[in-house]
């Protein structure tokens, strides 16, 4: 039985980060870093990965912080202004297991809502045999269930599978349920990674 390889997306195979719309937005970089930490911040972001809605998630900000009302609000209306693009040298990666027929899959914590954007945007996936998003489930990364529902959903062996992620807590999840897992840092220390897997 061949190995499955499964990615996760952001930071590993697409280039987001909310300062690639906010730069455009703020004066200063203090200001802009403060919003990012106080108003629309990572925990925030993570529950619309968990399944909130954009409706609530803007609801919940605006309550806290009404004199920021329209930043808040270009956080998912520009949301495509935060991808800068695909990371071209994890995709080159992707393709050549995609040309030695490598079970492909993507395990990913993204808004149920911003997702359709990124398919659309981004070819390489439709590479993958199956995508299981985190807002979608209303279950994300690292809780170990969404790891389980993967196998599940898709009929794969958990233990035959290289789980690839920007997060060590994500890779330390994985790895709680059998996955071979590893960090990822840079495409050609991923290269490596896999060489030595005998995946490259």
């Known amino acids: 039985m061949s190995m499955t390889v499964v990615f996760d997306l952001g930071g590993v195979l697409i280039d987001w980060n909310p300062r690639y719309l906010y730069r455009k937005l703020f004066d200063d970089d203090s200001a802009m ?31 806290r912080h009404p004199d920021q009302q329209p930043m808040i609000e270009a956080y998912y209306q520009r949301f495509d202004e935060m991808m800068a693009g695909p ?6 990666i992707l393709d050549d297991l995609r040309q030695r027929e490598t079970p492909l899959y993507a395990l990913t914590n993204w808004s149920a809502e911003t997702f359709p954007a990124a398919r659309r945007r981004f070819e390489f996936l439709d590479w993958f045999q199956g995508i299981l998003v985190s807002g979608e489930e209303k279950v994300k990364k690292p809780d170990q269930r969404i790891f389980q529902r993967l196998g599940q959903r898709f009929d794969i062996s958990l233990d035959r599978c290289v789980f690839i992620d920007d997060s060590q807590k994500n ?15 840079s495409g050609e220390a991923l290269r490596r990674d896999l060489q030595k897997l005998a995946l490259l």
């Open 171 to 185: 890779v330390e999840a994985a790895r709680g349920t059998g996955m071979q897992a590893l960090h990822f840092t």
């Open 33 to 63: 870093e403060a919003f990012l930490t106080d108003v629309c911040s990572p925990a925030w972001n993570v529950e619309q990965d968990a399944g909130r809605t954009i409706a609530d998630a803007n609801a919940a900000a605006i309550d």
């Open 87 to 92: 990371l071209h040298e994890t995709v080159a």
